[in-house]
Nanobody
């Protein structure tokens, strides 16, 4: 079992930045690829980014490339999402998730564990 707790969400103006954190319980954090997803009201859940078990591989959704950066610290059992140049369209609940696949996946169904989410609101 892995428990995930996100933090760092909040209200920010267009063009601003936020850094999300996701802390994992347990001693097997490095056994999981870690992904970030988001869901806006009335929309389907959307892939944001993923980092492999060791952090040597990262993948981003096209709309986040160059603005968002995912990283992890296996010694701290934590994965981060640095979000820059935020836009109102980035407003959503952001979730971290853990996948047994080495490099993770775009598909939320490949993730076994999910956090409760943290709200990000970008004002215009």
């Amino acid at each position: 079992q892995v428990q995930l707790v996100e933090s760092g969400g909040g209200l920010v103006q267009t063009g601003g930045s936020l850094r999300l954190s996701c802390a994992a319980s347990g001693r097997t954090f490095s056994s999981y690829a870690m992904g970030w997803f988001r869901q806006a009201p009335g929309k389907e859940r959307e892939f944001v980014a993923v980092t492999s078990r060791t952090g040597d591989m990262t993948t981003y959704a096209d709309s986040m490339k160059g603005r968002f950066a995912i990283s992890r610290d296996n010694a701290k059992n934590t994965v981060y999402l640095q979000m820059n140049s935020l836009k109102p369209g980035d407003t959503a609940v952001y979730y971290c998730a853990a996948s047994r696949y080495y490099a993770g996946s775009y598909n939320g169904q490949d993730y076994a564990y999910w956090g409760q989410g943290t709200q990000v609101t970008v004002s215009s």
